[in-house]
């Protein structure tokens, strides 16, 4: 992720600069990784987890029955 800041009043763009790296498929608006505050203080990233291989796949059944406990 990179940030570019800009001087709207004469129009110029100022050098890139990396915040972070990601881990994650391509961020385009159809498939958009991530949201930043009104702000901009913050930024949500949902990034791929490496993991080994495997085949397990958990299942939760009844979990409602656990909502009403």
């Known amino acids: ?4 800041g800009t001087d ?3 129009g110029k763009f100022m050098p890139p ?3 972070f790296a990601l881990h994650t498929t391509t961020l ?4 958009r990784t991530y949201a930043v505050t009104r702000d901009g203080s913050r930024i949500l990233v949902s990034q791929m987890v490496e993991q080994p291989g495997s085949n397990v796949v ?3 059944v009844d979990w409602t029955a656990v909502l009403k406990k």
Do not use: D, I, K
């Not at 992720?1 to 570019?4: A, C, G, I, K």
């Not at 385009?28 to 498939?31: K, N, R």
């Open 1 to 4: 992720m990179w940030s570019v």
């Open 58 to 60: 958990n299942v939760a």
């Open 28 to 31: 385009t608006a159809e498939h």
């Open 17 to 19: 600069e990396p915040l």
């Open 8 to 10: 709207p009043a004469r």
